[in-house]
C-alpha cells in the first residue's frame, strides 16, 4: 500500500508541476495548521479571490488521529487516497467530494476487509468481503443489505 501511495505521489507531484494554472492563481507546496489543530502538509492552490484550497497530493492529519493521504481537488478529497482512523481501520480507494466513492477497500483493524465498488461511502453493487479467518464471501451489497453472499469455500 505504501509503495503504491509513494508511486501515485511522485506522479501527482509531476502532473501538478505541469499544470496550468491561470494567471491569477498560483500553485505550490506548503504546510497548513488549521485553527483545530489538523495540519495539512502537501500542495495548495492559491485561487483568484486570494483564498487558500487543499489542490494535488497531500498528507493532512487530524488532532483525532484520522490522516488521509492523497490526491486533492476543490479544498475536498478526490481521486486516489488512503484514510485511516485511530482505531486501525482505514480505507484504500477511490473518493469523491469527501466520500468514498469508486473501487476501493475498507479494512478494519481486525483484519477483515471489504472490496468492490463504494458510492457515497457505501458498497454498492458486487463486493467481497474477507473475515478475520480469511473466508471470502461475495454477494451484492446495497444499501446496508447483502444479499445473495456466498461463502467461497477454497480447497487448497
Known sequence: MATQMAAIKKKLHFQFQEK???????AFEDVYIFPSGDKYEGQILRTKKGGLERSGFGKQVAINGTIYEG??????MNGHGCLSHSSGDCYEGQFLDNQFHGIGTYTWANGAYL????EHNRLEGKGVFTDTMNQIWEGHFSHKLATGLM???NMN
Do not use: I, P, R
Not at 71 to 76: G, I, K
Open 71 to 76: 490526491q486533492w481537488l476543490n479544498d475536498a
Open 151 to 153: 461463502f467461497k469455500l
Open 115 to 118: 472490496h468492490g465498488n463504494f
Open 20 to 26: 496550468d494554472v491561470d494567471e491569477n492563481s498560483m
